[in-house]
């Protein structure tokens, strides 16, 4: 019984080098795709919902890899976040997306709001005050068209941090969305301590409206409760028509997600804010 305890250890203990062994392969890797060039963001389409007019764009972070191909973020971002890869991803993001929205701009298409998404450890360990300044600067994009989203567990996690990170934010002339809304916890003190503009409603949500009486019921007063905050309102991952009918109904703001749009490279979007702009 002895020697079979030691060598259930053994295997637990090989099992774990070998997962550390591959989150360690695929930290470095991470890093190379970022030097050599092999991430990508991908753009989609936010709809506002009473016009049906094109009025932003969320950047979406892709791994190109040459040999296994598209990479979702969320296999990478949790390892870039544990390795602090995040750091200069994070930037290159930021620095990409204001580049593209820059260069959209400049094409004469129509105005458009870029969202990017900033995880947790970008928030608090990086100056993501000064970071956003320089990109902002360096780039010409006009901070009122940069929205930033941030996650209930970033604002939860050091409140007072997150009060000071985003007023400063705030100052610089760009928006504040409240990402994944109803997944994190102490929900409503955010809404009301925090200086944001949008609040996205998870897809977890929309995803079993008509079928969820108690997903409709949600929705609804999560509209009601951002709009009673003086907040506007983004559903994600609406896929169907009746959720669409059921969200322009309950008077919800903007809308992204399948039934519009995937997520798509920015040459694929340019050709959407060409129609948009042609009519
Ligand atoms: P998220 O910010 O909640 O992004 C929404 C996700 O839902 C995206 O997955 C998008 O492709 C997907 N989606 C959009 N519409 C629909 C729909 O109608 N149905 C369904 N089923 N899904 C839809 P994606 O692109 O795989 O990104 C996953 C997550 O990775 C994001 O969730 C975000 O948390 C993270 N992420 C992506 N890009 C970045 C980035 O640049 N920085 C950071 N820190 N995180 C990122
Ligand atoms: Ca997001
Ligand atoms: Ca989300
Ligand atoms: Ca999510």
């Known amino acids: 019984a002895k020697s079979r305890g030691s060598n259930a250890w053994c295997f637990f203990h090989e099992d774990m080098t070998q997962a550390a062994r591959e989150r360690l392969e695929l930290e470095a890797?991470?890093?190379r795709a970022l030097d050599q060039g092999h991430m990508r963001l991908y753009y989609q389409p936010q709809i506002d919902l009473q016009t049906g007019r094109l009025m932003g764009a969320e950047?979406?972070?892709?791994w190109l890899d040459p040999e296994e191909g598209l990479i979702s973020?969320?296999?990478?971002?949790?390892?870039?976040?544990?390795?602090?890869?995040?750091g200069p991803l994070g930037l290159w993001v930021l620095g990409e997306a204001c580049r593209q929205g820059q260069q959209w701009r400049t094409a004469g298409l129509p105005d458009l709001t870029i969202a990017?998404?900033?995880s947790l450890h970008q928030f608090l360990l990086t100056d993501l005050v000064g970071a956003t300044n320089q990109v902002l600067a360096e780039s010409c994009f006009p901070a009122e068209f940069l929205?930033?989203?941030?996650?209930?567990s970033a604002l939860a996690e050091k409140p007072e941090d997150a009060l000071a990170v985003l007023t400063r934010?705030?100052?610089l002339g760009l928006r504040l969305a409240i990402d994944d809304f109803g997944t994190g916890y102490s929900s409503l003190a955010h809404l009301k301590r925090f200086p944001l503009d949008l609040l996205k409603i998870d897809q977890g949500f929309i995803r079993d409206i008509p079928h969820s009486a108690d997903d409709m019921t949600i929705s609804s007063s999560v509209i009601a409760l951002g709009h009673a905050m003086g907040?506007?309102?983004?559903?994600e991952g609406v896929e169907t028509r009746e959720q669409l009918a059921f969200l322009q109904e309950k008077g919800c703001d903007y809308f992204q997600?399948?039934?519009c749009s995937r997520p798509v490279p920015a040459e694929d979007f340019t050709r959407l804010l060409e129609k948009a702009r042609d009519g």
């Open 59 to 62: 950047a979406l972070l892709r």
């Open 169 to 171: 934010l705030r100052e």
């Open 257 to 259: 997600g399948y039934l």
């Open 231 to 235: 907040l506007k309102v983004l559903a």
């Open 116 to 118: 990017v998404n900033v």
């Open 73 to 86: 973020p969320a296999r990478f971002i949790p390892v870039a976040e544990s390795s602090g890869v995040i």
């Open 147 to 152: 929205e930033l989203e941030i996650t209930e």
């Open 29 to 31: 890797r991470l890093r």
